[in-house]
């Protein structure tokens, strides 16, 4: 129940294309959804996050969707660029005390 | 502005060294400060975290151990190294006002 099931593993995606990576989460007392970007070496970075209150949030290329029936949330990354290659998180928590990872997508855009 | 640092950033043992990994944070006080371990091209495993000086919750019973001598100060330590223990250890923190979590960047630790 306090699992984040995270697909695909690895996505290859063109230059100018959308890239789509999909959570899955079942304990409904979730309140806060990130998504982190990590480099190869890094730490990773947040990237956007979204409440359950809202269905869609959007900064700048990046948007994430949520669908609280389905207890399912995405990112699309539009015209997604070669600098977009990285291995992508999606999260839950519930209070931000304690947050739990999806197993993460490598994402490489092809130029 | 809130900073977090790890050192080392890469480090080699033998198997049955000691371990001592340090993470600081700057600029903001009382932070909740966590432990995770990254597997080779795997996902983040939470492995301790702690609200206060001297408080440590662990997540996973392993051959590591976690202490909080000060406020902004988190040290992941082992007696004696295995070689199930290589991996990347990332040290975050967020403050209790906000949900957002925030990562060092990283130790790679290769156990031979």
């Known amino acids: 129940q306090q699992q984040v099931k995270q697909s695909p593993q690895s996505l290859i995606v063109q230059k100018g294309g959308i890239s789509i990576i999909n959570c899955a989460y079942e304990?409904?007392?979730?309140?806060?959804f990130p998504w982190y970007q990590q480099f190869p070496g890094k730490g990773p970075a947040l990237l956007i996050a979204?409440?359950?209150?809202?269905s869609e949030k959007k900064e700048g290329r990046f948007t994430i969707s949520f669908n609280k029936s389905a207890k399912q949330f995405s990112l699309h990354i539009m015209d997604s660029q070669p600098g977009d290659s990285a291995t992508y998180f999606c999260?839950?928590?519930?209070?931000?005390?304690?947050?739990?990872f999806g197993a993460g997508t490598r994402l490489f855009v092809k130029a | 502005s809130q900073t977090i640092h790890q050192w080392p950033a890469t480090l080699v043992q033998p198997v049955g060294s000691p371990l001592s990994l340090e993470c600081t944070v700057e600029?903001?006080?009382?932070?909740?400060l966590y432990w995770y371990r990254q597997a080779a091209g795997r996902g983040l495993q939470l492995l301790f975290y702690?609200?206060?000086?001297?408080?440590i919750s662990s997540e996973v019973p392993q051959n590591l151990s976690a202490s909080r001598p000060q406020d902004r100060q988190f040290i992941l330590s082992s007696k004696k190294l295995l070689l199930s223990d290589s991996g990347f250890y990332l040290c975050?923190?967020?403050?209790?006002?906000?949900?957002?979590?925030?990562f060092g960047p990283g130790t790679r630790l290769t156990v031979l």
């Open positions: 975050a923190w967020r403050t209790p006002l906000l949900v957002e979590q925030f």
């Open positions: 999260a839950a928590s519930s209070g931000g005390f304690k947050t739990i």
């Open positions: 304990n409904t007392a979730f309140d806060y």
């Open positions: 979204i409440r359950p209150d809202v």
């Open positions: 600029g903001t006080s009382n932070p909740n």
């Open positions: 702690s609200v206060g000086i001297g408080q």
